[in-house]
């Protein structure tokens, strides 16, 4: 029923013009409701409709939707629309191939959570909230007039990447229902260069041939393939059309231990930076742990300039704390005679680690989502935000508390998540050890894999249920 629906001539064009114009109406909200009041702000993140909806909502929706279903966001996602239209006319150039490496991904993302988040704080300001999905479009715009094909989806799309790589777990996948007949198939209408720049008829833009799609984390399910292969046939075949959203089976990409490039496995070096921030920052006491050093530093230093102090802290968060983090259990491992590169660890042991992050992560779109439920009927009645912030400032409105009850169930779905994420991790050790046929200290893997899981569970236990 759901390829029947994704082969419909109005999918998926009609609901990107939807999101379309709820990105656009999004944007103006943001850009309407410019503040520089430190105590406005405060509030006007929970209270202004936009920056509630992109970034307690549509956010962390997409990452559970990754989770689960692999990148849907990318099958309804707007800039792909724009982006595409703008390759149609544009240039066509070459990619080069530091933009094929991967690398570009990984930069822009460590731009977006340093400059954006932490200078600006693009996620508590709805102007910089807006201006930062504008630059969205402004970047995917000057790559499609630039390049062939849909690069931006491809290698430049931070979300994307994001979205590809917690897809790793998802039940579902895109694939071809039997490669035989991709095998035999003359027309290879899915990828041929006269279907590229359609806008719905369209063959692969993003450098897939669907009969060797081995995983989720590049297709954006924009079921042009699905399309093609039907409507362009020379010779007419009952089994086509071929490829298919399909079920694969929970975390079947994660347990095919595939390594990750090196551009792959420094994103991810990078998102766990910021996942471990996240999350411990939701309890004071941990979050004080966590700033000790930046914190103590840069007070040893009389370092008062803010952009620095938080340049000091993001080096510390996103370099230091990851570092620590992925390189200390190799130097344990060394230790303990397991033989392994340097390399290799980090492109296939790093797997280990991704369960936990996405848990990790998955907790922290849980807290968001619920926690911003009492302020969405407000939000409806003032979309700007304004008039509420100032009544909460002002002790003339109270916001609702969620019930203990709820805020009880909420903390064992948390604890719930990252138990899961442990025995994800744990299935993968075990896969690795008969993979690389690891035959001495084995059991350091599964405590390396318990310490990371412990530093997220007890956080989670001593701030919900301890403090
Ligand atoms: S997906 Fe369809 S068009 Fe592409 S090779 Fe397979 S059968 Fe041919
Ligand atoms: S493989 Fe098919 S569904 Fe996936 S991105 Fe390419 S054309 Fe779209």
């Known amino acids: 029923m759901i390829n029947k629906f994704l082969s419909n001539k109005f999918f998926p064009i009609s609901l990107k013009l939807i999101s379309l114009v709820a990105f656009i109406g999004l944007m103006i909200i943001g850009f309407s409701s410019h503040s520089e009041d430190a105590a406005i702000l405060m509030e006007l993140r929970n209270t202004n409709l936009a920056n509630l909806f992109v970034w307690s909502y549509w956010w962390p929706l997409i990452v559970l ?7 849907v966001w990318c099958m309804v996602c707007p800039v792909e629309l724009i982006t595409a239209f703008f390759a149609r006319i544009g240039l066509k150039k070459k990619r080069p191939k530091w933009i094929l490496s991967g690398w570009g991904i990984t930069i822009f993302y460590s731009f977006i959570l340093i400059v954006g988040i932490n200078i600006f704080a693009i ?3 709805p102007a910089y909230m807006a201006t930062y999905l504008t630059t969205i479009i402004i970047v995917s715009i000057f790559i499609g007039l630039i390049y062939e094909k849909n690069t931006f989806c491809r290698y430049v799309c931070p979300v994307g990447n994001l979205l590809g790589l917690y897809s790793k777990l998802s039940f579902f996948g895109w694939r071809v229902k039997n490669t035989n007949v991709c095998d035999s198939c003359k027309d290879k209408s899915c ?6 720049y359609n806008f719905n008829y369209k063959s692969c833009g993003v450098d897939l041939y669907p009969a060797k799609i081995k995983d989720n984390s590049q297709c954006i399910l924009c079921a042009g393939c699905l399309k093609t292969c ?6 007419q075949n009952p089994l086509r059309p071929n490829p298919a959203f399909i079920k694969t089976g929970f975390a079947k990409d994660l347990f095919q231990i595939e390594p990750l490039s090196l551009a792959e496995f420094f994103f991810l070096f990078v998102v766990s930076g910021f996942v471990i921030y996240e999350i411990l920052s939701e309890y004071s006491t941990a979050e004080k742990i966590l700033l000790f050093v930046p914190t103590f530093f840069t007070q040893y230093f009389s370092i008062e300039n803010s952009i620095i102090k938080i340049l000091f802290q993001c080096t510390f968060l996103f370099l230091i704390v990851p570092s620590i983090l992925w390189f200390f259990p190799y130097l344990i491992l060394r230790l303990s005679k397991i033989k392994i590169s340097i ?3 980090l492109k296939n042991f790093c797997l280990i680690f991704i369960p936990i992050i996405i848990a990790a992560h998955f907790d922290k779109a849980i807290l968001k989502t619920t926690s911003r439920l009492p302020y969405i009927e407000n939000a409806f009645k003032d979309v700007r935000g304004m008039n509420t912030a100032n009544a909460i ?6 916001v609702s508390k969620i019930p203990t009850w709820a805020e009880n169930l909420i903390s064992l779905i948390l604890l719930s ?3 899961g994420g442990f025995i994800l991790s744990y299935k993968v050790i075990t896969k690795l050890i008969i993979k690389y046929q690891i035959e001495s200290a084995k059991w350091i893997l599964y405590i390396i894999s318990f310490l990371y899981f412990l530093i997220f569970f007890l956080d989670i236990i001593f701030w919900r249920f301890l403090s």
């Open 393 to 398: 400032i002002n002790n003339q409105m109270v």
């Open 65 to 71: 939707a990754a989770i689960f279903f692999g990148r």
């Open 417 to 419: 998540a990252l138990i």
């Open 343 to 345: 390399l290799n660890y």
């Open 191 to 196: 990828i041929h260069k006269d279907h590229i």
């Open 123 to 125: 996620h508590r300001n």
């Open 230 to 235: 039907k409507e362009y046939q020379s010779k």
